[in-house]
């Protein structure tokens, strides 16, 4: 590959890397082609891209920004895992796929400016994702509405579980 293939392949790496919220890194050697494309699907319908890039262009595209830290990860042959959605959605399928399967193994990753190594990664993919982060947001704000209801209505009603009470003991 010439010198101007590479530095637009670099240029893509940046631009690709710009929104991105985490990245993990992995070994996939010894896995059939069958395999890494039902893989590289799996991640592309959660949102992930998938792909596999020379690491001398991925040290490259990010010297120079806080993702720098993630260089000591970049060795071997490195499939690159990346999320614009979520931060957690492409290291559950990564650690997912990886107790499935020993010959995709989890190098690192990055999140938030730091380097992860392999528990870091598998911390980052039992984070709650974007649906679940919104309804937990949903449920805190109307939380406080019910209970606001519960407590206006609790005295009236109270009320009139005393009143009952008093016409029962006249009854009898």
């Given at each position: 590959?010439?010198?101007?293939?590479?530095?637009?392949?670099?240029?893509?790496?940046?631009?690709?890397?710009?929104?991105?919220?985490?990245?993990?890194?992995?070994?996939?050697?010894?896995?059939?082609?069958g395999t890494t494309s039902a893989l590289r699907d799996e991640f592309r319908?959660?949102?992930?891209?998938?792909?596999?890039?020379?690491?001398?262009?991925?040290?490259?595209?990010?010297?120079?920004?806080?993702?720098?830290?993630?260089?000591?990860?970049?060795?071997?042959?490195?499939?690159?895992?990346?999320?614009?959605?979520?931060?957690?959605?492409?290291?559950?399928?990564?650690?997912?796929?990886?107790?499935?399967?020993?010959?995709?193994?989890?190098?690192?990753?990055?999140?938030?400016?730091?380097?992860?190594?392999?528990?870091?990664?598998?911390?980052?993919?039992?984070?709650?994702?974007?649906?679940?982060?919104?309804?937990?947001?949903?449920?805190?704000?109307?939380?406080?509405?019910?209970?606001?209801?519960?407590?206006?209505?609790?005295?009236?009603?109270?009320?009139?579980?005393?009143?009952a009470a008093r016409e029962r003991s006249m009854n009898s």
């Amino acid at each position: 590959m010439d010198r101007t293939g590479k530095e637009e392949i670099v240029g893509q790496i940046r631009e690709t890397f710009d929104g991105v919220m985490s990245i993990v890194l992995a070994d996939f050697r010894g896995m059939d082609v069958g395999t890494t494309s039902a893989l590289r699907d799996e991640f592309r319908k959660a949102g992930c891209g998938y792909r596999v890039l020379k690491n001398t262009l991925v040290k490259l595209a990010i010297k120079g920004t806080d993702m720098e830290v993630m260089s000591e990860h970049l060795a071997g042959p490195t499939a690159v895992i990346w999320s614009t959605e979520s931060p957690a959605d492409a290291a559950k399928i990564a650690v997912k796929y990886a107790k499935e399967n020993n010959k995709f193994v989890i190098k690192g990753g990055y999140f938030e400016g730091k380097s992860l190594d392999v528990q870091g990664v598998a911390t980052l993919s039992t984070m709650p994702d974007k649906p679940e982060c919104q309804a937990n947001l949903l449920m805190t704000f109307l939380a406080a509405p019910q209970d606001f209801v519960r407590q206006t209505m609790a005295g009236p009603q109270n009320f009139v579980y005393l009143l009952a009470a008093r016409e029962r003991s006249m009854n009898s």
